[in-house]
């Protein structure tokens, strides 16, 4: 099991910039892909992005692709997540996930799909309002 914990939320207006961190506790010589997910009230559970923790390939949703940036410092086991340009409906809880890889088949995988995450942070405040 990954522990993982969120910061770096907030309140920040119209085009401005967050920089959210995820610890986690990753084992050595395993394979994981790392995601981050938002939920608004009243929505369902929506992928932002993607980070294959070893070769640091990247994917992201339509909604923020030129805006968002994740990245990865190996040696602190922490992901993040540049937000640039926020907009209003970029509010939302955004929760960082994890999932062991190490046993799976080889092949394209992007990790968009919520359910296939096993391990959750406890999310953090993103508010875009100004």
């Known amino acids: 099991q990954v522990r993982l914990a969120e910061s770096g939320g907030g309140l920040v207006q119209p085009g401005g910039s967050l920089r959210l961190s995820c610890a986690a506790s990753?084992?050595?010589?395993?394979?994981?892909?790392l995601g981050w997910f938002r939920q608004a009230p009243g929505k369902e559970r929506e992928f932002v992005g993607t980070?294959?923790?070893?070769?640091?390939?990247?994917y992201y949703a339509d909604s923020v692709k030129g805006r968002f940036t994740i990245s990865r410092d190996i040696a602190k086991n922490t992901m993040y997540l540049q937000m640039n340009m926020l907009r209003p409906e970029d509010t939302a809880v955004y929760y960082c996930?994890?999932?062991?890889?190490?046993?799976?088949?080889?092949?394209?995988?992007?990790?968009?799909?919520?359910?296939?995450?096993?391990?959750w942070g406890q999310g953090t405040q993103v508010t875009v309002s100004s």
């Open positions: 990753l084992r050595a010589f395993r394979t994981y892909i």
């Open positions: 996930a994890a999932q062991d890889r190490t046993y799976s088949s080889n092949g394209p995988y992007e990790g968009r799909i919520a359910t296939e995450y096993g391990d």
């Open positions: 980070i294959k923790w070893s070769g640091g390939s990247t």
